[in-house]
């Protein structure tokens, strides 16, 4: 169980601190709003993944074993090819695109339409977490429920503390957002690999 523990924790916080559109509303909205009114959209994960986990474990609980392996190969490339895009993100620096807007949608329902159609969520279930789940459920359920558990625990915390970190002090200015940038690329790195050698090794 441990293994999905910090499968599906890192993979969270990997996600939650990663520059794109989630993280440019949340940064907006606490401009804008306040970063305690803007605290409700830090749930918008567990609206918007919803029908996409849905539609990933129904395809995938039908492929075969050969082609899962495959799959988890795949996701571990994948998390490779995003380390390396977050590892060239901190050598450039936070730039001005991904820098906080100043009109942006103000409530957890907006917010959860952001994240929907954010083609992250889709490819994170179709090649990561999606197989990591089947395999986990044929171990046990209860595999399963853990790295689905810690997956959306970890992400909603993560980004509860971004909120609160960006709306109470400096530390989300471009500096600590780097430094959270280079975290990240160096958990989806390690994730990757192991992922790649679990492919080979199942």
């Not at 890192?10 to 605290?39: D, E, I, Y």
């Not at 994948?78 to 991904?98: C, I, N, P, T």
Request: positive net charge.
């Amino acid at each position: 169980m441990l293994e999905y523990l910090i499968i599906g924790g890192g993979f969270a916080f990997a996600a939650a601190v990663q520059p794109g559109p989630l993280m440019a509303f949340l940064l907006s909205s606490v401009v804008r709003s306040g970063w305690r009114h803007t605290l409700p959209a830090a749930l918008s994960p567990l609206i918007s993944d919803g029908p996409v986990a849905l539609l990933v474990l129904l395809v995938l609980s039908r492929i075969t074993e050969g082609m899962m392996r495959i799959l988890m190969a795949a996701g571990g490339a994948f998390l490779l090819y995003l380390a390396w895009g977050s590892f060239r993100q901190w050598r450039r620096g936070v730039s001005e695109a991904e820098a906080p807007g100043r009109s942006p949608p103000r409530t957890m329902l907006q917010a959860a339409m952001v994240n929907i159609l954010n083609p992250n969520p889709y490819i994170g279930w179709s090649l990561v977490l999606g197989p990591a789940a089947i395999k986990a459920w044929h171990e046990t359920p209860a595999n399963a429920v853990a790295l689905i558990v810690s997956f959306y625990a970890v992400i909603v915390v993560s980004l509860v503390c971004i909120i609160v970190l960006f709306g109470t002090t400096g530390f989300l200015g471009p500096r600590g957002r780097r430094a959270l940038v280079l975290v990240s690329s160096l958990v989806l790195a390690a994730l990757g690999v192991y992922r790649i050698v679990s492919s080979v090794l199942s």
